[in-house]
């Protein structure tokens, strides 16, 4: 057990030397990184592991190599390590655990850095009617948020018409999104100038604080570490949720193994699939609680509006029936009752009668 805890520790003091000594190995830097994925597998302590990780990337990594050329070389791959790695803790929500297709996720990076770029050029002055521009140095902070709900705002007004269609048009739009993007920023360049077209933004005011500008990989990267541990609480926070039980619970679970009212839902999910115009539903609240029907009564109404369905619907609960419909028929041993829309069956004698009894209509 001794042996194998220090085993990490021995590869990481080894690997980290080798790269101080040996600046032009680009091994011995691959090496050193690797050792966060065999951290991972030991047999130590959560609270070890990311306090060994952490002292790896704050402080031997950017030591170990900045005895060389290839300083800022290195900085500049790790820092896009921690950018792609940003980016697969966001498909691993979307992807992964909500089961959604990847809406262009590379897209929305540049919608966030296209954000701060045009407001720290003097791109901004060919469409801001007030403002100084470029902005100070100081603003990238606020533009992180700013960018943030830039992407967020994208993906809701792709995400709207987009989760509607299905099939190719659906793989179209996805994967084409990043393609789509880049073909936009490209040609906003006319009739006002607002990216600059394929030419790009140059000049960006770097990022700063407390009068510190960042120019170098070697600064950026502690940015970028900063927002990756950021995303990875968030992240973590996320899975442990509510929600986030949820939907691991659910993730490769078997449909037989599902609570009844899961099971409804989903055989409803998937007479959607079909595409259908007209779907049928059989006593869908029969053997539901409640809080089930309720859910389910909202399900059936989401579904009816959005998809411009018509459900013929056969049910015993009186309550979901009126909430849901817009033209009733009411069948006693297999007569017609009574017909209309859903006043009319709630006043209605012999609807009455047939539910609660003629003793109900003379009380009435």
Not at 318 to 340: F, R, T, Y
Request: hydrophobic share 50%; proline share 4%; net charge neutral.
């Amino acid at each position: 057990m001794f042996a194998s805890a220090n085993l990490p520790l021995i590869y990481i003091g080894v690997t980290s030397l080798s790269l101080f000594m040996a600046q032009r190995s680009v091994t011995a830097f691959l090496l050193l990184l690797s050792s966060l994925l065999l951290l991972y597998f030991t047999n130590l302590k959560n609270l070890m592991k990311w306090l060994i990780a952490g002292i790896v990337l704050v402080f031997l990594l950017p030591f170990a190599a900045s005895n060389g050329d290839a300083y800022q070389s290195y900085m500049e791959v790790a820092t896009l390590v921690g950018i792609y790695i940003s980016m697969a803790l966001g498909l691993n929500i979307v992807v992964g655990m909500a089961g959604l297709l990847d809406l262009g996720f590379i897209a929305f990076f540049a919608v966030g850095a296209y954000s701060y770029g045009i407001f720290a050029t003097a791109q901004a002055s060919n469409f801001m009617p007030f403002g100084t521009f470029p902005l100070s140095g100081e603003s990238f902070w606020i533009f992180i948020v700013v960018g943030c709900l830039a992407a967020a705002l994208f993906g809701i007004l792709l995400g709207i018409p987009v989760l509607r269609v299905k099939g190719d048009y659906l793989a179209i739009v996805t994967l084409g999104f990043g393609e789509i993007i880049r073909i936009v920023f490209n040609n906003l360049d006319r009739p006002i100038n607002i990216t600059n077209g394929a030419m790009g933004i140059p000049s960006v005011t770097p990022p700063r604080l407390f009068g510190i500008d960042f120019l170098y990989p070697s600064q950026f990267y502690y940015i970028v570490l900063v927002i990756l541990l950021f995303i990875i609480f968030t992240v973590r926070r996320f899975e442990h949720s509510k929600i986030g039980r949820s939907l691991a619970h659910l993730l490769n679970e078997k449909a037989c193994n599902l609570s009844y009212g899961a099971q409804r839902r989903l055989e409803i999910a998937r007479a959607l699939a079909a595409n259908p115009k007209v779907i049928l539903l059989d006593e869908p609240a029969a053997g539901m609680n409640p809080k089930e029907t309720n859910d389910l009564t909202q399900l059936i109404q989401r579904m009816r509006d959005e998809f411009n369905l018509t459900v013929i619907l056969i049910e015993h609960d009186m309550k979901l029936v009126m909430e849901i419909s817009e033209h009733i028929v009411v069948l006693d041993h297999g007569e017609k009752i009574a017909e209309g829309k859903p006043e009319d069956i709630r006043s209605s004698p012999k609807v009455i009668e047939a539910y609660l009894g003629s003793g109900a209509i003379q009380a009435g």
